[in-house]
């Protein structure tokens, strides 16, 4: 078993570059009782209870493939949902996250994270996504101009 390494960087929030302070503990990572972080939506399922006795804050990461509809009955205490992109071309997390707004209620942070684009933060935050950690091919500060791309709204 791998111990939590922390790495802190810079990720857009709500339109403003901040400190990002969360770090992701794989399965295979031990989960400290310390420090704020997101583990998979199969870990909090089996975990529940031990990760919501932590010190820190524990916030939930979700694949393409996991069932938003899990979430439902689990959503209390939760600040933070990752979407894991692992491609740019896999748009089921736009679908995620409107239902975790709309559907769902959900009103904490719904950050991006992996493989996407800044050219589809504008099309993100239109459904819900309010934070982005861009990978380190990609400049936050240029990053946070994508949010503003159109003035009109078709839908």
């Known amino acids: 078993m791998n111990h939590l390494k922390i790495k802190y960087m810079q ?3 709500d339109k403003t570059l ?3 302070e969360w770090t992701f503990v794989s399965d295979d990572d031990i989960v400290s009782d310390s420090g704020n972080i997101t583990v998979s939506l199969s870990r909090w399922i089996d975990q529940q209870n031990q990760l919501r006795g932590r010190s820190g804050k524990t916030g939930i990461r979700l ?3 996991d069932d ?3 979430l439902a009955a689990i959503l209390s205490g939760i600040e933070l949902i990752e979407l894991y992109f692992p491609n740019f071309g896999d748009g089921r997390h736009f679908s ?4 975790l707004r709309n559907r769902l209620g959900f009103q904490g942070e719904i950050r ?3 493989n996407f684009l800044p050219d589809q933060i504008y099309f993100m935050s ?3 996504i309010n934070a982005f950690q861009l990978d380190d091919h990609h400049a ?3 990053a946070t101009n994508y949010l503003d791309d159109f003035s009109v709204n078709y839908q």
């Open 18 to 20: 901040i400190n990002n």
């Open 126 to 128: 239109r459904v819900g």
């Open 68 to 70: 938003t509809g899990k």
């Open 96 to 99: 995620h996250a409107r239902l």
């Open 140 to 142: 936050n500060e240029d």
């Open 112 to 114: 991006a994270v992996g």
């Open 63 to 65: 694949t393409p493939s």
């Open 11 to 13: 990720i857009i929030k």
